[in-house]
């Protein structure tokens, strides 16, 4: 497309953006699409548009994580007249003239299976060499799925947890680093109440799953932090994990009491890794059963 120009980033160019896109078609995508931004040295990020006679028709972007440090993250969106055209390939080769000052140079990117650009985006991907390293599914579980547990006064107790907690913190990043070893984390405690817990990530509130009272010295084994969710009739938005130091028939144990809990009454809405091993294999279980649903497929692919 030699008649397009490139640019970096102006202010008004998402709302320019989506009258030649339209409305993103999941969830994911509207995420995604928050990766477009100005440029940046902290963190650092660089974006270029796409211009076709002084009309954005598309964009992409490349920055660095400090969550996530050994790949840049790639974005890239075009509009659907112009796809696979090689615009979205010329506006990577020009990003990547801008070398990130940490000198990694691998990338990840995502696409969502179920919507209208997930097509179009595996092969872009697939283009670039990148070949899937995770799956995660948004996955909805029925109310009355599983069966409760039993509680003791002096055994398995649930309990309300303060999002601000340093030890419900400092669990939540040790599980986060646990089940990232596909793309090694550096998750601290300050990081987990920055980016899971705090108010402004929509964090609701949270419970936890302890082997017995904390007076009696009982320690968490699972927890759940709950979100806003999309809409006002959505299913809760949870958040599950455990502690890793669990031995896996534990850990199965105490996430299949915690989502017993939390489906008991109201159906809630999942977000799962497969490397998130008893999680994942308890709600294949459930859809086998008839009793959870997925709803969104993301695909993680990199080189």
């Known amino acids: ?25 999941t969830p994911q995508a509207h995420i995604d699409r928050t990766m477009l931004r100005a440029d ?44 696979r055209q090689g615009v979205a390939t010329e506006l990577l080769r020009r990003l990547r003239e801008f070398p990130a000052p940490s000198g990694v140079t691998a990338l990840k990117s995502r696409y969502t299976v179920e919507g209208s650009e997930g097509e179009a985006a595996a092969a872009f991907t697939a283009s670039l060499g990148q070949e899937q390293i995770m799956r995660s599914r948004g996955i909805v579980v029925e109310p009355g799925a599983l069966k409760l547990p039993v509680f003791d006064e002096d055994g398995l107790t649930l309990e309300e947890a303060a999002t601000g907690s340093v030890e419900l913190s400092q ?91 939390l489906a008991h009454q109201y159906p809630v809405k999942l977000e799962v890794d497969d490397a998130m091993a008893p999680l994942s294999d308890l709600v294949d279980e459930l859809m086998a059963a008839g009793q959870a649903t997925v709803v969104t497929t993301t695909i993680i692919v990199a080189n």
């Open 40 to 83: 940046s040295d902290d963190p650092w990020a660089r974006t270029l548009v796409a211009v076709d006679d002084g009309v954005p028709v598309g964009a992409g972007t490349l920055f660095e994580s400090s969550l996530h440090p050994e790949r840049l993250w790639l974005f890239v969106e075009v509009a659907p007249a112009l796809r």
């Open 171 to 261: 669990v939540v990043a040790d599980y986060y680093n646990a089940v990232h070893d596909w793309d090694r984390a550096q998750m601290t405690l300050g990081r987990a109440q920055t980016m899971l817990l705090n108010d402004a990530t929509g964090a609701k509130g949270a419970i936890v799953l302890r082997e017995k009272p904390k007076e009696a010295g009982g320690k968490i084994l699972s927890f759940a932090i709950s979100y806003e969710p999309d809409r006002v009739d959505a299913p809760a938005d949870v958040l599950m994990g455990w502690d890793p130091t669990l031995s896996d028939s534990e850990a199965r144990e105490a996430v299949r009491g915690l989502l017993a809990m």
């Open 1 to 25: 497309m030699s008649n397009l120009t490139y640019r970096p980033w102006q202010e008004g160019d998402d709302l320019a953006l989506l009258q030649i896109l339209g409305d993103p078609s």
